[in-house]
């Protein structure tokens, strides 16, 4: 048995264990088909930029399932991947060189991602070694590379030629500082300042008073609205208006979407100032006027404001307007906008050729595999269910961007119809490989797509990927769907429903069996720490290098799933500090009596108190099994604590510790007794801590209990599957507890050491359990120091 320090080594002895992990192939992933499978689909982190506390937050949690399945005695496959293509880590880039995308050519600027993103990518993979992560990292994905291009390829391919993928040109979300165009679920929603704008219309000469707070779209009207029902317009329903300022004439029509109590219940619709807008000029077949072009400049054919930004635009018709006398008046509201969740950019909505796959037709499908999969908590299952029941366009999955999956085709010069790239030849880049063919109008020119793939196509196929990496160990049958899906719940909406939606058309079932949806970190109420919102300062291998993995892993069990915490890196360093220090000093305390223990002996009789510290173990491990089968780390960490805190250290090893020191007094048997029950009740108290402590743990084990148990490390052994604790011996052991609690409080209130002698302590409890605490008055009278135990039985 080695010799404990006086204090626990901290970081550097989580570097030694790392290195002894690494080195005996520990969490090397073996298949083994005498095991149940457990399969994560772990988030790809997005390579935008370096990690931050929340990334460890939501990653720690996961990763402590991993661990309780492993030792459950599951064949855990546990992946790592990196989300390392599209927009965000162009953003990147163009961030760190100062380069714009458009501004250098497509293969050096796609060059200068594949060099960053390594560079982060390598940095990423040595954060997560540092938190003690127990994957294997050859399993580990890029989706930017070869074989994640090819299945991503190939998919899109297989859903085109199923109908289900489809290319269309229609008014289209953009975003025109990315200059590409987006889904629906890139949209973010920001309450901005600005004006209505009462704009004077006319009917025949007569004033039509209409409020917007789109005035530089009035090149671009192309009808004016009322509700049927509204008195005020119902004469004017069926005649003409004309555009102030440009003059032309538009249709009056009637809809009830028109609310009558929103401004001035006449309403604009321009080509295109929101979504309302596509609704009507597709329902009343209304002609297109262009105003805004992709740059988010007005169009050279817009009198008065060509060439202008929008904001620009929107200033100087409102001075045109004014100066005109066609201005009523400006009322400054405050009102909920559009933006890109990438950049924060005001989005517009422009006319393009795009590709899309139909979700709109899937809708109650959607909806069943929602109620198959298995929510933790169970009310994230809402946020699911609302976003289908809401959604208003299909998914739009090509981007006019650069380094991404390339979309696999080519168009006939002569009649665009698309081409589509033979699965034999993926992964392909078509700006780079010619097509060769005949189209079905005769012509052997093409030209290539140089859009890619929205990027969440590619991610969307995790469990694809997976699949492809887990069938080179044999294990493709009976893989899908995978075991658990973790990810956080902001991009349920995302990612989550991308996932299933791409899992229904390519297996026609869900992807994984459960979601496990975790919260975030809060830098300050209501604001999690993100990279974007640039209050991460304090970076998460600098908190490793100062406080240790361990002590952030403790605290990130405290929360409760899906929940979001504030990070006080003070309150942190204090709680796991202050525990991390009690086990490892009631570790070195139980481990100093264990010198000459034998596993195999077995007492002549095992005393009361020592068969209640067992059945309390035995509990808590069932209380802490079924928390974690939830996923609620937290709960079961609580319950541990419990276990461990007020059973263990502050009851149990207090009572039975003159028994341990002086075998001559009470008896070898009687120490064997507390010997066989301290030893088993602290090496499942750091099986259940090793989830969250693995290398405290795994110090602690190697000390003192690797010899006795035969297994290398804590973390290849397996927690005990116990049979129901007995509730007699537990009820005896909470009254047992109850009579040192009184003692305490006595010597407590009267100023007294805990050492002190006292006249005589009252045992209080049930009758039936005399007997039990008779064969314990030893103890208690060691650990109370009293000369007289006093009986006081009920019923």
């Known amino acids: 048995m080695e010799e404990f320090e006086k204090r626990y080594g901290g970081v550097a002895v989580e570097r030694e264990i790392q290195k002894y992990w690494e080195d005996q192939g520990i969490y090397e992933y073996r298949a083994d088909r005498s095991r149940p499978l457990f399969s994560i689909d772990t988030p790809p982190p997005t390579v935008s930029g370096s990690l931050h506390i929340g990334h460890i937050f939501s990653y720690t949690q996961a990763e402590m399932i991993a661990r309780f399945r492993r030792m459950q005695g599951y064949s855990v496959y546990y992946p790592f991947g990196f989300d390392d293509n599209g927009l965000p880590s162009e953003r990147l880039v163009e961030k760190e060189t100062g380069i714009r995308a458009n501004e250098t050519s497509r293969s050096a600027f796609c060059d200068r991602c594949i060099e960053t993103v390594r560079k982060y990518e390598a940095e990423f993979v040595a954060l997560w070694k540092s938190m003690g992560f127990s994957c294997d990292w050859k399993l580990q994905y890029s989706t930017v590379s070869r074989s994640a291009q090819r299945l991503s390829q190939r998919s899109f391919i297989e859903l085109a030629a199923a109908g289900h993928a489809y290319i269309k040109e229609s008014p289209v979300l953009w975003c025109t500082e990315c200059r590409t165009s987006i889904a629906q679920a890139e949209l973010d929603a920001r309450s901005v300042d600005a004006f209505f704008h009462h704009v004077a219309f006319s009917v025949d000469g007569e004033v039509l008073e209409i409020a917007t707070t789109r005035p530089e779209l009035l090149y671009g009207v192309v009808c004016v609205l009322v509700n049927p029902d509204d008195p005020r317009y119902s004469g004017l329903i069926g005649r003409k208006a004309k555009v102030p300022l440009y003059d032309f004439e538009v249709p009056l029509l009637a809809d009830d979407k028109v609310a009558a109590d929103k401004g001035t ?129 299909d998914w739009c999955i090509s981007r006019q961007r650069y380094f991404g999956v390339p979309i696999p085709v080519w168009y006939c010069a002569k009649c665009a119809r698309p081409a589509f790239a033979d699965l034999s030849s993926l992964p392909v880049n078509p700006l780079e490989t010619a097509y060769s063919g005949v189209c079905e109008c005769g012509c052997t020119e093409f030209v290539p797509d140089s859009a890619v793939l929205d990027t969440w196509a ?338």
């Open 265 to 393: 219940g006449a309403v604009m619709c321009a080509t295109f100032g929101d979504t309302t807008d596509v609704e009507w000029v597709s329902q009343y077949g209304l002609p297109y006027r262009k105003a805004l072009l992709p740059d988010g400049s007005m169009a050279p054919e817009v009198p008065f404001v060509a060439g202008l930004g929008v904001k620009a635009a929107r200033e100087e018709i409102v001075r045109l307007l004014k100066g005109r006398g066609l201005l009523v008046r400006s009322e400054r509201i405050t009102h909920a906008v559009s933006v890109h969740e990438r950049c924060g950019a005001e989005v517009e909505i422009v006319p393009s050729r795009q590709w899309y796959i139909d979700v709109l037709g899937k809708k109650g499908e959607l909806l069943e595999a929602g109620d198959r999969v298995r929510w933790y908590p169970a009310h994230m299952k809402s946020r699911y269910v609302n976003w289908v029941e809401n959604l208003k366009w």
């Open 458 to 795: 590619t991610s969307s196929i995790s469990p694809m990927i997976n699949l492809d990496k887990a069938s080179e160990y044999g294990m493709g049958d009976g893989f899908m769907p995978m075991s658990m899906r973790t990810q956080a719940h902001e991009i349920i909406r995302t990612w989550a429903f991308y996932t299933i939606v791409k899992s229904l058309y390519h297996t026609g079932d869900i992807p994984w069996k459960d979601a496990m949806i975790c919260g975030f970190v809060l830098a300050k109420p209501g604001e999690k720490i993100s990279k974007s919102k640039g209050n991460a300062d304090l970076t998460p291998q600098a908190l490793i290098d100062s406080c240790s993995a361990d002590a952030i892993r403790y605290w990130v069990a405290g929360a409760r799933l899906g929940t979001d915490t504030f990070f006080d890196q003070g309150e942190m360093t204090e709680l796991s500090g202050r525990f991390m220090t009690k086990l490892w000093n009631s570790s070195k305390f139980v481990c100093s009596h264990l010198g000459d223990f034998d596993p195999l002996r077995e007492p002549a009789e095992t005393k009361p108190i020592d068969r209640w510290i067992v059945e309390r173990t035995n509990e808590t491990i069932a209380q802490a099994a079924a928390f974690l089968g939830e996923y609620e780390a937290g709960l079961a960490r609580k319950a541990i604590d419990e276990l461990f805190w007020k059973d263990l250290c502050d009851n149990y090893i207090e009572i039975v510790k003159e028994r341990l020191y002086q075998p001559d007094i009470y008896g070898a048997e009687a120490r064997l007794s507390a010997q066989r029950s301290i030893y088993y009740c602290l090496l499942n108290v750091l099986k259940m801590y090793a989830v969250y402590v693995p290398h405290l743990t795994e110090c602690i084990y190697r000390k003192g209990f690797d010899r006795l148990v035969g297994i290398d490390s804590i973390h290849l052994t397996q927690w005990e599957r116990p049979a129901p604790a007995d509730a007699e011996l537990l009820a005896f052991g909470e009254e047992l507890k109850a009579v040192v609690s009184e003692m305490r409080k006595h010597k407590s209130e009267n100023g007294l050491s805990m050492r002190a002698e006292v006249p005589s302590v009252t045992i209080r409890g049930s009758a039936r359990h005399e007997g039990w605490f008779r064969e314990t008055e030893a103890d208690l009278a060691a650990c109370s120091h009293a000369r007289e135990l006093v009986y006081d039985l009920g019923s």
